[in-house]
């Protein structure tokens, strides 16, 4: 097994933790379960850190493409866990790749258990473990030791008995690899659109997709409004970017790629979460006409709104965070828009 750490990321020493450095004068928060994935609060800005398993699935080895290999641990909670479900689906690669679901409920240190008897949820049914920290563990021995808390979504190779990659974006682009190995035509990423997908993707990065954490989880007023402000200028570029399109590249009205996905996990939680939450309430996604119609679009293709569970989604955010919301009450809204009460089939 290969750790191989983001440039700039080294080991812990062992016996150390993570922390989260308190900005002048802040009030010590308990259980913050951000602290699990931020490396620091700079000014009482969030910081976010980076994945730490980074392998890749490739005919070179040793993760090579075969079906039935790889199993696929996320949360249908969290957004980055999301879009490795879509790619999963839109790729057809639901018979080739097996999935778990962790319980939306985080832990206070900011770990995920499996509970399978929570609808939606299922127990870890390739390792036998009940919580993800275990699985890190026997990729990485020393796991804990390092202080670390394992996130989603989590690519398993079950031949080498290991963690292939903890990081969303190349999972999907890892995806498209096995997918085409398997003999499938569908691609989210064709050739000639990688250098475009992927400005779009880290455009649109650290302005939406972090940015909405970035807004919810500050600690000053002026990181919040320096966030909050970046992000709603992106999504007014977005939503007139769109106006004359479908999907976010490609030529005419654009291709549906890898770069659509990764915005649509963030845009479809914006109303139900993140508008409350994380205090994002300059406009909601309804608002903004046409990125209303790209997440409709998005719930429209074969399989994509069976991976959209708002009961996790919205207890996870409200219940999870309790340094935010100490009494864990979940708002009932909204009336509007495409979060009407229903649940996916599972997706075992």
């Known amino acids: 097994m290969t750790l191989n750490l983001v440039e700039g990321w080294k080991l812990a020493p062992p016996n150390t933790r993570f922390f989260i ?56 909670a969290c957004p980055w866990a999301h879009r490795t479900v879509m790619a999963r689906t839109l790729l057809g690669l639901e018979d080739h790749v097996t999935v778990d679901v962790v319980d939306w409920r985080m832990n206070p240190d900011g770990s995920w258990s499996f509970n399978p008897d929570e609808p939606g949820a ?36 079950k031949a080498t008995g290991t963690i292939v990659n903890n990081e969303s974006r190349e999972i999907i682009r890892m995806f498209g690899t096995l997918a085409k190995a398997l003999g499938a035509t569908t691609t989210l990423c064709p050739d000639d659109l990688v250098e475009e997908i992927d400005a779009m993707i880290t455009s649109n990065y650290e302005s939406v997709n972090n940015g909405v954490y970035k807004s919810g989880f500050a600690r000053s007023q002026d990181a919040y ?44 939680r914006f109303d139900l979460v993140y508008v409350v939450h994380f205090k994002c309430n300059l406009q909601r996604i309804i608002d903004y006409p046409h990125l209303q119609a790209f997440v409709e679009q998005m719930l429209a293709l074969p399989g994509i709104r069976e991976t959209c569970d708002w009961t996790h989604i919205k207890h996870h955010y409200f219940w999870s965070h ?19 009460p229903q649940r996916g089939p599972s997706l075992g």
């Open 21 to 76: 450095a308190q900005s002048e004068g802040a009030p010590m928060v308990k259980d913050e379960q951000a602290g699990a994935w931020t490396k620091a609060y700079t000014g009482g800005k969030f910081v976010r850190k980076s994945s730490e398993f980074r392998d890749i699935i490739s005919h070179d080895g040793p993760f090579e493409p075969a079906s039935g290999r790889y199993h696929l641990y996320v949360s249908l």
């Open 322 to 340: 309790q340094h935010m919301n100490p009494y864990r009450i979940v708002p009932l809204g909204p009336r509007t828009g495409p979060h009407a």
């Open 122 to 157: 299922t127990p870890d049914r390739v390792n036998g473990e009940h919580h993800l920290e275990a699985v890190y563990r026997r990729a990485y021995p020393e796991w804990t030791n390092e202080g670390r808390v394992g996130t989603v979504p989590v690519l398993w190779d």
């Open 225 to 268: 409004e320096a966030a909050v402000s970046t992000l709603f200028d992106r999504l007014d570029e977005l939503d007139r970017h769109l106006e004359d399109r479908e999907w976010l590249v490609g030529d005419g009205r654009g291709t549906l790629t890898e770069a659509d996905l990764c915005l649509f996990t963030t845009l479809v």
